[in-house]
């Protein structure tokens, strides 16, 4: 069992940087896949950053690719995403998944066993 709590979330303008942490209960931290996800209103919920167990290989969505950076700290259980250069368009509730799953399943919302609460990020114009 893995409980994930997320943070970090809140107003920012266009072009500023958040950083949002996930914290994990259990031992089993570092075996697991982690994901970030958003959903915003009306909308499907929706991968964004992915990262394996060793911090070694990241996937990105396209539309985060070189603003955004995934990352884990296995000593405290916390996997982070940077985000950079923030857009309106990344307005949406942040969640942070984990997953004892492989690759071609980390875009997969369904493939992930926990999640946490969500987080808001709200990029004003």
């Known amino acids: 069992q893995v409980q994930l709590v997320e943070s970090g979330g809140g107003l920012v303008q266009a072009g500023g940087s958040l950083r949002l942490s996930c914290a994990a209960s259990?031992?089993?931290?570092?075996?697991?896949?982690m994901g970030w996800f958003r959903q915003a209103p009306g909308k499907e919920r929706e991968f964004v950053a992915g990262?394996?167990?060793?911090?070694?290989?990241?996937r990105y969505t396209d539309s985060v690719k070189g603003r955004f950076t995934i990352s884990r700290d296995n000593a405290k259980a916390t996997a982070y995403l940077q985000m950079h250069s923030l857009k309106p368009e990344d307005t949406a509730t942040y969640y942070c998944?984990?997953?004892?799953?492989?690759?071609?399943?980390?875009?997969?919302?369904?493939?992930?066993?926990?999640w946490g609460q969500g987080t808001q990020v709200t990029v004003s114009s």
């Open positions: 259990g031992r089993t931290f570092s075996s697991y896949i």
């Open positions: 998944a984990a997953g004892l799953i492989a690759y071609r399943e980390w875009a997969g919302a369904s493939a992930y066993n926990y």
């Open positions: 990262i394996d167990w060793s911090g070694e290989v990241t």
